[in-house]
């Protein structure tokens, strides 16, 4: 009788070891379901909206034709310009201290891309304060576009994928169609209806989706 009491404990005991070692195992984990295609992205997109001006027409419209090329981006909230960055005798944004600024915001992996309304400038050869429509990193973490000198509102999608081309290494090309031809103070944005075939050999290979 009391080795069959002895016996019940020990399965008893062994269950609840098995048990215990099990709900050790199961934690819960919080999946985020990504494709194929966007676990080969490397780098996370923070499309970062700057300034009180720009509104949400404007910033669905960027968010929804980057996340096309970039699935792996994501829409953060806004912020404002940083007084550090203001350029007080043209009035406008210096964009080589917006995406210094940004770059020591961004983490390991992530590239932060800031759009906005406001005109902002850098310096060009012997230009000490040169209006641009965007500026980025060549390869980096940062970049800016504003839609300021833009004629046609409405691509200014095509300056953001063009600064996020730079993040990822593409310098300007010259083919006139490419997203990468170089603005050269003008607005082509017209002209431009895709990356060439060879900007785009470039981006598959740094995981885009074209
Ligand atoms: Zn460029
Ligand atoms: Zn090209």
Request: with cysteine; glycine share 6%; aromatic share 8%.
């Amino acid at each position: 009788m009391k080795q069959t009491v002895r016996l019940f404990l020990i399965i008893v005991i062994l269950i609840a070891a098995v048990k215990s070692s099990n709900s050790t195992i199961a934690c819960s984990y919080n999946y985020q379901v990504l494709s194929l295609r966007e676990l080969s992205s490397p780098k996370r997109i923070i499309l970062h909206p700057l300034g009180n001006g720009i509104n949400k027409v404007i910033i669905d419209k960027c968010y929804s034709q980057i996340k096309k090329y970039l699935p792996n981006t994501i829409l953060a909230d806004r912020l404002m310009m940083p007084a550090s960055t203001y350029y007080k005798p043209r009035n406008r944004y210096r964009a080589d201290s917006l995406i210094k600024w940004m770059s020591a915001r961004a983490k390991k992996n992530e590239v932060i891309m800031g759009i906005t309304t406001v005109d902002i400038s850098t310096t060009k050869g012997k230009h000490k304060d040169w209006g641009v429509m965007g500026l980025a990193y060549k390869p980096g973490n940062a970049g800016v576009a504003s839609n300021y000198r833009l004629k046609n509102k409405s691509a200014f999608w095509k300056i953001v994928i063009h600064e996020l081309g730079h993040t990822a290494g593409l310098p300007h090309c010259p083919v006139k169609t490419c997203f990468m031809r170089d603005a050269e103070g003008g607005d082509h944005t017209g002209e431009e209806k895709e990356f060439c075939s060879k900007c785009k050999k470039f981006l598959l290979n740094n995981g885009w989706l074209l």
